[in-house]
């Protein structure tokens, strides 16, 4: 077997001429193979440079011939350039080419078109098959080593999307990110295409698809005042808004992440990455949400996937409204049992309303300090599903909360990132602007709103300070408006330890401390109690279609003994 390369610069005529003779060669010759290479004019030059360097031959003009030896491995055989196979075509075979000049130069001019076409096919197919560049900021926190494998396996983006991986930490973690990067290599992962550490800002962000924000100012550095802290956060997201503006693809998703201020960076982000879409900025509550539908597993001793459509309004890091009123519950194991898809409300399923009241609101008031301890699983597992629901779509029917630009749905107003019931579809996501919420929930909402717009106000320089909301003595876990309560004249004494998500003091004699002339007066009654239900009457419509006759008894049965628990 005779196998031959050939090559050349694509417009050479010599090359045309010998390349038509090889052809010949190979289609009459069943023991003769030749391969072609043409290169561009342009880079002809370096190219025969180093072949000749690497195989240790002289040769200085197009075309280039040798002889591949394929049954005795080793380096090629130079036979020489156009004149050499020529002779060699001619000794051996017998066969030679009467080509005239006129044929050879319009067959080169032929040859460089067609090596054009070739190299912008090939610079598009691989533009197809270029890695998703996945960006994450303070990359030496858990979250990030978390983070990773959920990234790379192929679950988030596809199994036929690669990732590259950028790492950007300050330089004082750089030891932390070698090992981050090495142990990520050593996962060998199919779709893993590389993993890289960056300590210098200027090269941040570059090419970015997905960038994911991991920074809390407060977690890092002792602040004076709230005021001061928002100035801090501002300023530092005017620097990764700049850098996403400016080294970023302009259709980059940005995901805010994190326990301080995460409303607040997700709007200066987008404030200072002006040609960023609006809609590819998120700020993440599903942290928040899925702590809540943990806790009410637990109470209902069941799996926390079975608990869907527990909604989180308004700020994530700050004073949240976890709405419970559409949540149900699937695969509850209970006397009433239904195929995959039967769902019953959750308040139906709780009967215990202090412990809603009380304990369920308070741990998750106190989440942002709890999740300072954490590994940073959770962080990690919430954001690497809201990635798959964005590019996969969210499961149908499904609410996921999420911080996004408000543009005045369920009365808030324009500019402020606010958490809402969203959905993820082909690639975006929408508002579920059919969610329904009674009166209080948008007395509730107005407060968190307010909040929102101070920080927005303090951020851009347009107030000095924070100013109190009118109702100043908020519950911001409040969920009295989703539950009954007989008799409820006056807020019951456990009821008055929580107030903005914090436990107040007791005095030894169990009496509560007096609030000071400094703080705020509590709100008249009414708006401390729930949108009553009417007494003795279950909380399951009885035209609801997946509730039973039956299961209606036995949900009056339990309600009453639960009612007669309490009132002994």
């Known amino acids: 077997m005779a196998k031959f390369v050939l090559a050349g610069k694509a417009d050479c005529p010599y090359f045309a001429k010998a390349e038509l003779l090889a052809d010949y060669l190979q289609i009459n010759l069943p023991n003769f193979k030749i391969h072609k290479i043409t290169q561009h004019p342009d880079k002809w030059e370096q190219w025969l440079h180093d072949i000749c360097e690497k195989n240790g031959w002289k040769h200085k003009r197009s075309p280039i011939v040798w002889r591949e030896l394929l049954d005795r491995g080793g380096k090629g055989l130079l036979l020489g350039g156009y004149n050499d196979f020529m002779e060699h075509a001619q000794h051996y075979y017998g066969i030679t080419s009467d080509m005239l000049s006129e044929q050879m130069l319009k067959i080169a001019e032929e040859n460089l078109q067609t090596h054009i076409e070739i190299e912008k096919e090939e610079e598009y197919i691989k533009s197809l098959i270029n890695p998703l560049q996945v960006w994450i900021s303070s990359a030496s926190a858990p979250a990030c080593y978390n983070l990773?494998?959920?990234?790379?396996?192929?679950?988030?983006?596809?199994?036929?999307?690669?990732?590259?991986?950028?790492?950007?930490?300050?330089?004082?973690?750089?030891?932390?990110?070698?090992?981050?990067?090495?142990?990520?290599?050593?996962?060998?992962?199919?779709?893993?295409?590389?993993?890289?550490?960056?300590?210098?800002?200027?090269?941040?962000?570059?090419?970015?698809?997905?960038?994911?924000?991991?920074?809390d100012i407060l977690l890092q550095h002792k602040i004076p005042s709230l005021e001061d802290c928002i100035r801090q956060v501002t300023e530092q997201c005017k620097v990764y808004g700049s850098l996403i503006e400016k080294n970023a693809n302009s259709r980059v998703k940005v995901i805010v992440s994190g326990k301080t201020f995460v409303n607040l960076r997700a709007l200066m982000i987008m404030t200072f990455a002006p040609s960023?879409?609006?809609?590819?900025?998120?700020?993440?509550?599903?942290?928040?949400?899925?702590?809540?539908?943990?806790?009410?597993a637990r109470k209902l001793k069941m799996n926390s996937a079975g608990v869907?459509?527990?909604?989180?309004w308004g700020n994530i890091s700050g004073n949240s409204y976890i709405d419970l009123s559409k949540a149900k519950v699937y695969r509850y194991d209970s006397a009433i049992w239904g195929p995959p898809n039967f769902s019953r409300h959750l308040l139906d399923m709780i009967y215990d309303s202090n412990w809603v009241r009380s304990e369920f609101a308070s741990v998750?008031?106190?989440?942002?300090?709890?999740?300072?301890?954490?590994?940073?699983?959770?962080?990690?597992?919430?954001?690497?599903?809201?990635?798959?629901?964005?590019?996969?779509?969210?499961?149908?029917?499904?609410?996921?909360?999420?911080?996004?630009?408000?543009?005045?749905?369920?009365?808030?107003p324009e500019g402020i990132f606010f958490s809402m019931p969203v959905r993820f579809q082909d690639g975006n996501w929408e508002v579920i602007t059919e969610t329904k919420i009674?009166?209080?929930?948008?007395?509730?909402?107005?407060?968190?709103?307010?909040?929102?717009?101070q920080e927005k106000?303090?951020?851009l320089g347009e107030i000095p300070e924070m100013r109190p909301y009118k109702e100043t003595a908020f519950n911001g876990f409040n969920l009295l408006a989703l539950l009954e309560e007989e008799n409820l004249q006056t807020p019951p004494k456990d009821l008055d330890t929580l107030s903005n998500g914090s436990l107040q003091p007791e005095t030894?004699?169990?009496?509560?401390?007096?609030?000071?002339t400094d703080e705020p007066e509590a709100p008249p009654d009414e708006l401390l109690q729930s949108e009553m239900l009417e007494e003795e009457k279950v909380q399951v419509p009885i035209d609801d279609p997946e509730t039973s006759s039956e299961?209606?008894?036995?949900s009056e049965t339990s309600l009453s003994n639960a009612e007669n628990n309490e009132n002994p």
């Open 308 to 312: 869907k459509d527990v909604i989180v």
């Open 508 to 516: 030894q004699e169990g009496e509560k401390v007096q609030p000071t």
């Open 551 to 554: 299961g209606l008894n036995q």
């Open 364 to 412: 998750l008031s106190s989440l942002s300090s709890r999740e300072h301890h954490c590994l940073g699983m959770s962080a990690a597992h919430v954001i690497a599903t809201v990635l798959r629901y964005w590019y996969q779509d969210s499961p149908p029917g499904e609410i996921v909360s999420m911080g996004i630009l408000s543009e005045g749905q369920f009365c808030i």
């Open 276 to 296: 960023i879409d609006s809609l590819n900025i998120i700020a993440m509550a599903m942290f928040l949400e899925s702590a809540a539908k943990a806790m009410l």
């Open 438 to 453: 009674n009166e209080e929930t948008q007395e509730i909402l107005k407060h968190l709103v307010h909040d929102l717009i």
């Open 457 to 459: 106000q303090v951020a």
């Open 148 to 215: 990773i494998p959920l990234l790379a396996n192929g679950e988030v983006f596809g199994m036929a999307t690669e990732v590259s991986i950028h790492l950007l930490d300050s330089n004082r973690y750089k030891e932390i990110l070698h090992g981050i990067v090495m142990e990520a290599q050593d996962l060998a992962f199919p779709l893993l295409r590389s993993v890289s550490m960056h300590t210098e800002l200027d090269d941040a962000f570059v090419q970015a698809d997905i960038v994911i924000l991991l920074d």
